[in-house]
């Protein structure tokens, strides 16, 4: 019998995930493949998780927001462990599972990864980190860092727009120049994405990037008639309209350097990201995953 490592956030979304425990055992189990799991806490070193991995292992089940998954996937890459990845959307906005085709529901997840077979994605990488599905700065961008577990799991993707209203008064235009092979940027901005994936706190914003094209969608908001860009890309989100306006710059590239003048944080899929001066590039094909449609 493989094994199955199970690693799994408890703390993420509603902790819908410890109602599950068993239905994922038993699933798995009737499938011939033995869960060891693997519970992430504050004080234990989430590489831990990998210190047995090896050829007796079937895949890894991720279950946990993107932070989680990012993190996971940081070890992974870091380790060159070259097994299957399969992931759960048990956290708040799990913009990744659901870009990979993942359902909402726990059980469906479940039967999708174990009657898949392992297909090759492209991960994003920025200066030595890894990202599976954005990195972002300016406006808004790091309101996943601000925002307590607390109010995520009470009000849900709600908690994200109080944060992110709080963070109107104070905040300063970006001063950023990005450079790539076909396309360059240099001016003011109020946030900028680079996609590995499509969506932003479950919005989907690169309409038409995919995680296996071997190219990344990137994303600048000019810094010129705020409220105006505000309004744009609002009815943008809610697929009012899909055409980029004029003011929002959106090109595909495999690589792409940026500098920001200002001291600007970085998210990278809701964690902390470096600072600049920034080399992004699409990893092509850098990770084996199941489910993915």
């Known amino acids: ?134 990195f972002s700065c300016g406006l808004f961008t790091d309101v996943s860092q601000k925002t307590p577990t607390k109010y995520k799991n009470t009000f849900g993707k709600l908690a994200y727009y109080f944060t992110g209203l709080k963070e109107l008064p104070n905040f300063k235009k970006l001063n950023l120049s990005i450079k790539s092979e076909d396309n360059n940027f240099v001016g003011s901005s109020i946030l900028f994405f680079v996609f590995n994936g499509r969506t932003a706190g479950g919005f989907e914003i690169a309409h038409d990037s995919l995680v296996d094209d071997g190219l990344l969608d990137v994303i600048i908001v000019d810094g010129e008639n705020i409220l105006e860009k505000i309004t744009f890309l609002s009815q943008f989100i809610l697929r009012k309209n899909l055409e980029y306006p004029k003011g929002i710059i959106h090109f595909k590239t495999d690589k792409l350097e940026i500098d920001i003048e200002n001291n600007y944080s970085t998210d990278i899929d809701g964690e902390p990201g470096p600072n600049a001066p920034l080399k992004i590039t699409c990893e092509k094909k850098a990770l084996k995953i199941l489910g993915y449609l």
């Open 1 to 134: 019998m493989k094994k199955v490592k199970f690693i799994y956030n408890p703390f993420s979304g509603e902790r819908e995930i410890l109602k599950y425990l068993d239905y994922i055992i038993n699933a798995y189990q009737k499938n011939n493949l033995m869960i060891v799991p693997f519970r992430i806490s504050f004080n234990i070193n989430l590489e831990n998780a990998f210190i047995d991995i090896d050829e007796s292992y079937d895949h890894i089940l991720i279950s946990g927001g993107d932070g989680t998954v990012n993190q996971i996937i940081n070890i992974i890459k870091n380790k060159n462990i070259d097994i299957p990845v399969a992931v759960l959307p048990a956290g708040t906005a799990n913009d990744f599972a659901h870009v990979i085709g993942m359902p909402h529901s726990i059980r469906s997840s479940i039967d999708m990864i174990l009657n898949s077979t392992p297909k090759l994605i492209d991960l994003g990488k920025v200066n030595d980190k890894y990202f599976i599905n954005i």
